[in-house]
């Protein structure tokens, strides 16, 4: 029955009449030559933002005056237990980490989106590249010595969060009524590596060459989100790193901050650079967009 | 093609050609695919990211009373099957709308001021009530004329075609906190030809013009361009004389046809509902048949999904749209000179060296891209920055002089390589690279990929001498690979379109492709070293002098640039279908 496309319904032993004919021929003709966004089966199209950088290291910089080490931007300190700081975070307790008053135990690199119209949230990509064999981006994520809470020598941190909050339209600027649309965190991170650290390759690398190295590392991933983003929302992506400056372990005793391989110190108990520098970022978001009238 | 028949107004007799014309016409329509012009959605859309994770105060330094500015350049040339030599505007042309654009940073939440890492008393700091020193500028600029080489350079001839200011007490309330923020109704046309260039300004950064006790930084400066722009038919093997690249074998990009079976009336029958033979027309049969077909939950498909697999049956014809992505390049590390080379933190050279006689590093930065659903790119554009300004070097201890920056093209020696490639093996076996696109610019060759050159807005410069080499910024075309040169597609030489996306098992056979661009290798065509397995782009940048970055070079000096503030950007560009979500 056609019953969508025309109202007209032609049935035997009734009069096939010319103006029931021309009505529901006209509603086929108009129904084709304006096809509408409900008789799409595609009407959406991929949108792709893109961002990263290189992180400075802050211990190859001699010059600087000491003992300043300035914090890079874009990664901020995160102070959980200072109003309103608990809700610009939300859910990423990390295993035994103790927050001192002074300082936050977390650096977040905020990504703030805006939508003016209903999108499709499809997909949130975060790589973190490394060297293979450490020496300029050195980060390998294990633990030298006992870790907090379960851990063990040898195993890989836990304490790496990638999240996408929204700000919902109707509960615009208060941090404490965005929404935690996704969250990947409370992993183990050599469940996200590339591939194998060394090794592996078929053929050459790519040109130009980066003193030989390749692409090595982690990449954290949400797909297949499909999350609706309602009109005139702002989403935030947020990467959440450790600051293990003040690692305790499950008896809450400090650990010695070069139990971590994610922050070196130069051995007098002084952290040279911390988690964030240690890596090579690249995010994208994918989205879907409605085509245009 | 629309669906057209002949009226049936009252009084008139009903006969088998009145209505097999209608059926006619409708599985023509059908069989032939559904042009734009019959789509209510007859638009396609993409949004243009720019991303600055840093933004620092002494970008934007007065000490010198000459200011300074952030600038971000761009263009957005047709596609390949686009491409006029010409390179002007006709009412045949395809173009872009830029409607509305989005802006916003990091303010942790709430109305305050973050600090700047330069900040002698720490950086990242939360510096509350200062909120309002985050007066932003932009401006938006079309260039006038192009300083390719046949023709006069004029790096300065631009126009000013939108302005905006926000004041910073917008981003001081606790109440409304001000940003992200979008601006619509922009509706500004954008010429395909032309280069066009923000201009970012955040004025009161600096201590000493805001009043407040710190200097102030911008975290995760995110800006989104939204465009409106014309449907086309996705690429197709047989569209280009040299076919397209790694696109998969199975279809090679053609659609498949749909077959909508009418009935055919014949003149004497009788009209009838549903009852009798073809010949009889069934109005209401074939009234379904048509039903069953448009509306859901089959509809009109097209498009690709996340495998690179088109719909088996397709009925739109124009189901692309343009798409161009801005890579960010040294974008933290950004406004490197010769002589700070070796102070200011970077990898791949010899650290902690107080003398900048004879460093031997290299610059190189790398972002990787994924590849959610398929692209095919028709070219790449490497954006070099130069911009350079003075600045006062008091508590910036990155700068050593204070004067403005040079280019580095007088060293003979200097290479700024550019590479592009498809990726395999991510949490997979059979790791592989496939090259995408390639050059490597020197002194000699770099006039040859230039597509414009940018000097900052006025004359003279309003916002001080970024770089005293005449202009500050520069757009390079970055080659596709191919075996052999190939014109009349792009700006320069350039190799055919590269089709990537993941995917399945019918979609992994794919079509040869080159090795590297013509003048930077060449070789013959083959079989893809990703094998149809890509699932991620890499981008890579690095420059390089065997007679070294640093001043130890006698064709450098302290003040060569390498990249300027805000850092360098790869442009890719190219078409995207819509998302068959199966």
Redesign the interface.
């Known amino acids: 029955?056609?019953?969508?496309?025309?109202k007209i319904?032609?049935?035997?032993k009734?009069v096939?009449s010319?103006?029931g004919?021309?009505d529901?021929?006209r509603d086929?003709?108009d129904?084709?030559?304006?096809?509408?966004?409900?008789?799409?089966?595609?009407?959406?199209?991929?949108?792709?933002?893109?961002?990263?950088?290189?992180?400075?290291?802050?211990?190859?910089?001699?010059?600087?005056?000491s003992p300043?080490r300035?914090?890079?931007?874009?990664?901020?300190?995160h102070y959980p237990q200072f109003s309103?700081?608990e809700?610009?975070v939300k859910g990423t307790d990390s295993w035994g980490l103790d927050i001192p008053t002074s300082v936050g135990n977390q650096y977040v690199?905020?990504?703030?989106?805006?939508?003016?119209e209903p999108v499709l949230l499809?997909?949130v990509?975060l790589?973190l590249?490394c060297d293979d064999d450490g020496e300029?981006?050195p980060a390998d994520w294990t633990w030298n010595n006992l870790g907090p809470g379960p851990l063990n020598t040898g195993d890989f941190v836990e304490d790496v969060y990638m999240q996408v909050q929204i700000e919902m339209p109707y509960a615009e600027?208060d941090?404490t009524q965005d929404v935690v649309a996704t969250k990947l965190g409370e992993f183990s991170v050599d469940a996200q590596?590339?591939?194998p650290r060394t090794g592996?390759?078929?053929?050459?690398?790519?040109?130009?060459?980066?003193?030989g190295y390749?692409?090595s590392g982690l990449?954290l991933?949400c797909?297949h989100l499909n999350l609706p983003i309602p009109a005139n929302s702002?989403v935030r992506l947020l990467i959440v790193l450790p600051n293990y400056d003040n690692v305790v372990d499950s008896d809450l005793t400090p650990i010695d901050r070069g139990a971590v391989r994610w922050v070196r110190d130069d051995g007098s108990g002084n952290t040279l650079y911390s988690s964030y520098a240690m890596q090579?970022y690249?995010w994208?978001v994918?989205y879907?967009?409605?085509?245009?009238? | 093609m629309?669906?057209?028949?002949a009226?049936?107004?009252?009084?008139?007799k009903?006969t088998a050609d009145l209505?097999g014309d209608?059926y006619d016409s409708?599985e023509s329509?059908i069989s032939n695919r559904?042009e734009s012009e019959?789509?209510?959605?007859?638009?396609?859309?993409?949004?243009f990211?720019i991303?600055l994770?840093?933004i620092?105060s002494y970008m934007f330094d007065s000490a010198t009373n000459t200011e300074s500015v952030l600038m971000v350049p761009y263009t957005f040339p047709p596609t390949q099957d686009e491409w006029e030599d010409d390179q002007t505007v006709s009412e045949l042309t395809p173009t872009h709308t830029l409607e509305?654009i989005?802006?916003?940073?990091?303010q942790?939440?709430?109305p305050t001021g973050?600090t700047?890492?330069?900040?002698?008393n720490?950086?990242?700091q939360n510096l509350s009530d200062a909120a309002s020193a985050y007066t932003m500028e932009l401006e938006l600029f079309v260039r006038t004329t192009r300083a390719l080489p046949a023709t006069a350079d004029n790096y300065t001839q631009a126009t000013r075609i939108y302005a905006l200011e926000i004041d910073g007490t917008l981003f001081a309330s606790s109440?409304?906190?001000g940003?992200?923020?979008?601006i619509?109704g922009i509706n500004i046309p954008i010429d395909p030809y032309k280069t066009y260039f923000w201009q970012i300004r955040f004025p009161n950064l600096d201590q000493t013009v805001s009043g407040f006790p710190r200097d102030l930084?911008?975290?995760?400066f995110?800006m989104?361009l939204?465009h409106?722009t014309y449907?086309v038919s996705r690429d197709t093997t047989g569209d280009y004389v040299d076919g397209v690249q790694n696109i998969p074998s199975n279809t090679n990009g053609n659609k498949s046809t749909t077959t909508l079976t009418l009935d055919n009336p014949t003149v004497g029958s009788a009209?009838?509902?549903?009852?009798g033979a073809s010949g009889n027309a069934r109005?209401?049969r074939n009234?379904?048949i048509?039903?069953d077909r448009?509306?859901?939950p089959?509809?009109?498909?097209?498009?690709y999904n996340r495998y690179s697999e088109p719909?088996t049956s397709e009925e739109?014809e124009q189901?692309s749209?343009y798409?161009c992505?801005?890579?960010?390049m040294?974008?933290?590390?950004g406004d490197i000179r010769a002589s700070d080379i070796n102070?200011?933190?970077?990898?791949?050279g010899p650290?902690?060296d107080?003398s900048a006689t004879s460093w031997d590093g290299?610059l190189?930065?790398?972002?990787?891209?994924?590849l959610?659903?398929p692209v095919t790119i028709h070219g790449v554009i490497a954006v070099h920055n130069f911009y350079s300004p003075p600045c006062n070097t008091t508590n910036k201890?990155r700068r050593v002089g204070a004067g403005s920056g040079q280019l580095p093209w007088a060293s003979p020696t200097f290479t700024s390589?550019?590479?592009v490639?498809a990726?395999s093996?991510?949490?997979?076996?059979?790791?592989?690279?496939q090259?995408i696109a390639?050059a490597?610019l020197t002194a000699t060759n770099e006039s040859s990929w230039v597509i414009d050159r940018v000097k900052q807005d006025g004359q003279p410069p309003i916002y001080g001498l970024g770089n005293t080499g005449g202009y500050d910024q520069a757009l390079y075309q970055i080659p596709l690979v191919h075996p052999n040169t190939r014109t009349g597609f792009a700006y320069h030489d350039n190799g055919p379109p590269f089709f990537v996306g993941k995917s399945n098992l019918y979609t992994a056979d794919r079509e040869n492709c080159g090795v590297?661009p013509a003048a930077f290798g060449g070789g013959a065509a083959g079989t893809p070293?990703t094998d149809g397995c890509e699932q991620?782009l890499?981008v890579?940048?690095?420059m390089s002098d065997s007679a070294s970055l640093s001043p130890s070079n006698t064709n450098v000096v302290d003040q060569t640039t390498y990249v300027g503030n805000g850092?360098n950007w790869v442009l890719i560009y190219g078409k995207?279908a819509?998302?068959?979500?199966g």
């Open positions: 029955m056609s019953r969508e496309i025309t319904q032609h049935s035997d009734t096939v010319g103006k004919l021309d529901s021929f086929v003709q129904r084709l030559n304006n096809v509408e966004q409900r008789d799409e089966a595609s009407p959406l199209i991929p949108q792709t933002i893109i961002g990263g950088y290189q992180p400075r290291r802050w211990d190859w910089q001699p010059n600087l005056p300043v300035p914090q890079d931007l874009p990664f901020l300190r309103p700081e809700t610009r690199y905020t990504i703030p989106l805006r939508f003016r499809t997909d990509d790589t590249y300029w981006f600027r941090a590596v590339i591939s592996g390759w078929t053929g050459g690398d790519m040109s130009p060459a980066i003193d390749r692409a990449h991933q797909e702002s090579n690249s994208a994918t879907l967009s409605r085509k245009e009238g | 629309s669906v057209e028949r009226n049936l107004p009252r009084g008139v009903i209505v209608l409708v329509q559904i019959d789509l209510k959605l007859s638009r396609g859309r993409f949004d990211g991303h994770p840093s620092e509305s989005s802006v916003g940073f990091d942790m939440r709430m973050i700047d890492p330069w900040d002698t720490g950086a990242g109440f409304t906190q940003q992200p923020f979008e619509e930084g911008v975290p995760s995110t989104i939204r409106s449907l009209i009838t509902a549903e009852v109005v209401q009234l379904d048509i039903d448009i509306t859901r089959k509809r009109l498909r097209a498009g719909p739109i189901d749209s798409f992505w801005a890579v960010p040294f974008a933290q590390i102070l200011i933190g970077l990898p791949y650290q902690g107080f290299i190189a930065d790398r972002r990787f891209i994924p959610r659903f201890p390589s550019i590479g490639a990726m093996g991510v949490r997979g076996e059979r790791k592989a690279y090259q390639l490597n590297l070293n991620m890499e890579r940048w690095t850092g995207r819509v998302a068959d979500m």
